[in-house]
């Protein structure tokens, strides 16, 4: 079978198109090109750069498969980089990799796989796909500490049909120890942690490069709107957030909402103010829908714990929590489990307070 590896230069993708190699698979090696930084930005931190190109290509060389540099520029700006900064502005807190994966990877690259004649694309993502007689279904790694399904649910189903994760039945030390056993010159290289467009981790700098003439200045307030102090960007804070707020108030304050429209940062000292009793989430994408009686689980962040809960009906459903979830944050994603198995999952537009 043709498969598309998605080579990020790092160990996981590495293997996943070694491992494919070896199962006799005709493999293709490509390098998305996604944005502009400099080596020393990027080395060691994030994804993207030149030195995780140039890696990828030394990998594809040694495992003797052809490889392709594919400018996705343009596709990445629109989607990813853009709406990064606009949920910023619109006082809501993003998942770039999500929006990443659901349109770079398994729209745009999945498009371009295709038109190489190829039957699938794989890539070195911690999660595992599981055929049945009712179609695919997206199911979490067997490492917890590693699974990344979550970022993983605005694949379609037909994109799932044509998706291969080789890696969701491993751990990463089995990984690197394949790594090593196949040579590779990614086996000890460290893994990206930061938004592979902002190395410095300083989103709200973006924000203000990409809208220079915006002014995001304004109050902290608590709840009954007394000013506790001042800040120079609304999009600097997200919910929950408890450092690096600016102010001193004797015991720590937590922020509870930020409005975008009076640029106002809303914080408590009470830190039970930030439970909620749900959620509602909206464009959802769904592998198989749970009856609004049905109890499931929902994760509102990646590594967070699963909150069981029911889900109304709808285009744009109320999320019921049967234990309190803390500081759901709008513009994350809500993402529906039973068991191991993705049910699907949407992007958070508010929180309901809990009792």
Same mark, same amino acid.
């Given at each position: 079978m043709r498969v598309?590896?998605?080579?990020?230069?790092?160990?996981?993708?590495?293997?996943? #198109?070694?491992?494919l190699v070896e199962q006799?698979?005709?493999?293709?090696?490509?390098?998305?090109?996604l944005h502009d930084q400099a080596v020393s930005a990027v080395k060691a931190k994030s994804c993207c750069g030149l030195d995780d190109a140039l890696d990828a290509r030394v990998v594809a060389d040694k495992l003797d498969i052809p490889f392709y540099v594919m400018n996705l520029k343009a596709a990445f700006k629109k989607a990813v980089i853009n709406d990064f900064v606009d949920?910023?502005?619109?006082?809501?807190?993003p998942n770039p990799c999500i929006q990443c994966n659901g349109v770079l990877k398994f729209k745009v690259l999945?498009?371009? #796989?295709?038109?190489?004649? #190829?039957?699938?694309?794989?890539?070195?993502?911690?999660a595992?796909?599981?055929?049945?007689? $009712?179609?695919?279904?997206l199911r979490a790694a067997v490492d917890p500490g590693k699974d990344q399904s979550y970022f993983l649910f605005p694949i379609s189903t037909d994109a799932l049909t044509k998706t291969l994760f080789p890696l969701g039945g491993m751990t990463k030390a089995e990984v690197r120890a394949h790594a090593k056993r196949l040579g590779m010159v990614t086996a000890d290289k460290p893994e990206s942690q930061d938004v592979c467009f902002v190395p410095d981790d300083d989103h709200a700098r973006l924000v203000k490069e990409m809208h220079p003439d915006a002014d995001a200045s304004g109050e902290i307030v608590n709840e009954a709107g007394e000013v506790l102090g001042y800040h120079d960007g609304y999009y600097r804070y997200t919910v929950g957030q408890r450092k690096g707020l600016g102010i001193?108030?004797?015991?720590?304050?937590?922020?509870?909402?930020?409005?975008p429209e009076t640029a106002r940062v809303i914080v408590s000292t009470d830190? $039970?103010?930030?439970?909620?009793?749900?959620?509602?989430? #909206?464009?959802?994408?769904?592998? $198989?829908?749970?009856a609004p009686e049905d109890v499931v689980h929902v994760r509102i962040r990646h590594r967070g714990a699963l909150i069981p809960c029911t889900i109304s009906e709808g285009d744009v459903p109320t999320v019921q929590f049967h234990e309190a979830g803390r500081a759901v944050a709008p513009g994350q994603a809500a993402v529906f489990y039973r068991g191991d198995t993705v049910l699907g999952g949407g992007f958070i537009t508010k929180a309901l307070e809990a009792a």
């Open positions: 598309v590896v998605a080579m990020s230069g790092g160990v996981d993708s590495s293997v996943a #198109a070694g491992l006799g698979h005709e493999v293709i090696g490509v390098h998305m090109k949920s910023y502005k619109a006082g809501a807190t999945m498009a371009r #796989a295709v038109a190489l004649g #190829a039957e699938a694309l794989a890539t070195g993502h911690y595992q796909v599981e055929h049945g007689e $009712d179609g695919p279904m001193a108030l004797g015991k720590p304050a937590y922020v509870l909402s930020v409005d830190p $039970d103010r930030l439970l909620h009793q749900g959620l509602v989430a #909206a464009r959802c994408n769904w592998f $198989d829908r749970p």
